[in-house]
């Protein structure tokens, strides 16, 4: 008699395929290169937040937290949404403590749509928004952003809707381009969502990643904007504890209590000592620490960015968030994953695949590079990167 197992998987499963991010992840640690192609931003954690998590450890602050979080975090919370965004929100019925960002967004899309609804999303995309939709029996609907400064172009984006439209999603600053949606961008995308009636989430962990200049608004503070909005960020990225898990969400109280319902199911609570480092960090540091935070990682940005015009990768410089999209046309290779090995193989930098972001042919000569990296990492992937073979062009 025949025993094998012939495991039956679900739809949804028959289409996974490894994000190509953590892809080249693995084969950068297996040639033990610089890794310029995941946001694992391992810069120094502040001092407040690191003492503050080892000492919640000690004091027995190890198990459950209520699911919406510990009240000084959302307290915290509540008072840097006001002071930093623009967002006056009650800690005890419109914040949710999450496991990250990502957390967040899952679980508020289990929360407020059903299968087969649309939920439109701006192209250069962020992988795990299109597929979370999908995991869920959601349809993404792609609306491309126009090169190069990638401007919405709202006759597209009216066209997208149809009656099963639920939602827009708004990443700014946006991972991988590094957009800052304008004020007169985000006014422009509120008349559309009163006129069709729909819910908006949007995506800010990158918030305080801005340079040149470039002003951060949240949506939620445009004039009705507040009760479709539901805002999410969180704190992996402004104190690099991308591992910790502590990310939230700012919704209308009748949002609040199926989303918590849905992340108490799928992840119960955000570590509990981590609540209490990143309550810290938002109580102890000075408004100084964020401006030095752009200030630095500006910095970063125009360093790897001059690297990668010498190496003839000519960059796209983004005004928020930390990562770079550049042009690969000059490495040879038929697909954009082709040539981000053929670069590790070349000079030991890992980078992205431009079609992990970008449907159609549009990311097949575009490399995604990460500069949230230690100095010393920098430097020497930006003198890799220039030192590159000129024959591989």
């Known amino acids: 008699m025949d025993t094998a197992i012939r495991p039956r998987l679900s739809e949804i499963s028959r289409l996974i395929v490894q994000s190509e991010i953590r892809s080249m992840s693995v084969e950068c640690d297996r040639v033990r290169g610089v890794n310029l192609a995941q946001g694992v931003c391992d810069t120094e954690v502040p001092g407040p937040v690191l003492e503050r998590a080892a000492s919640a450890i000690h004091e027995g602050y190890n198990t459950y ?23 006056y929100v009650d800690p005890e019925r419109e914040i949710l403590v999450t496991s990250g960002a990502t957390g967040a967004f899952y679980a508020a899309c289990l929360a407020l749509f059903n299968p087969g609804e649309e939920v439109l999303l701006f192209e250069p995309l962020y992988g795990y928004h299109v597929s979370t939709l999908k995991a869920q029996r959601l349809q993404p609907v792609i609306v491309p952003l126009a090169e190069p400064n990638w401007a919405i172009d709202f006759e597209v984006l009216s066209s ?52 040149d200049g470039a002003e951060h608004i949240s949506f939620a503070t445009l004039p009705g904007m507040a009760e479709r909005t539901i805002t999410i960020s969180g704190l992996s990225k402004t104190f690099s504890i991308t591992g910790w898990r502590i990310g939230y969400l700012i919704a209308n109280p009748s949002f609040i209590a199926p989303i918590g319902y849905f992340h108490d199911l799928t992840y119960v609570c955000a570590p ?15 408004d100084e620490y964020y401006l030095q935070l752009a200030s630095d990682y500006q910095g970063k940005r125009d360093m790897l960015c001059a690297a990668l015009s010498d190496a003839a990768l000519t960059p796209c410089t983004p005004a928020g968030a930390y990562y770079v999209l550049a042009d690969s046309s000059s ?13 590790l193989a070349d000079t030991g930098v890992a980078a992205v695949a431009g079609t992990a972001f970008l449907t159609g042919n549009r ?6 590079f990460c500069f949230a990296k230690r100095a010393e990492d920098l430097e020497r992937a930006c003198e890799q990167l220039r030192n590159r073979p000129r024959e591989s062009k």
């Not at 007169?184 to 340079?211: G, K, M, P, Q, S």
């Not at 490495?331 to 670069?343: H, W």
């Not at 990311?363 to 995604?368: A, P």
């Open 65 to 87: 937290t209520r699911l919406d979080g510990i009240v000084t975090l959302r307290e915290a919370i509540a008072a840097k949404a006001r002071h930093y965004n623009g967002i």
């Open 160 to 211: 997208a809707i149809t009656a099963k439209t639920r939602a827009i999603v708004i990443n700014t600053p946006s991972n991988p381009c590094g957009k800052v949606f304008s004020r007169a961008e985000l006014e422009h995308l509120a008349a559309i969502v009163l006129e069709h009636d729909l819910l908006v989430i949007t995506d800010e962990i990158y918030e305080y990643f801005l340079y």
């Open 272 to 286: 509990s000592p981590f609540q209490h480092g990143a309550a810290a960090g938002l109580i102890a540091l000075p």
């Open 331 to 343: 490495i040879p290779g038929e697909t954009a994953a082709l040539k981000a090995r053929k670069l």
């Open 363 to 368: 990311g097949d000569n575009i490399l995604r």
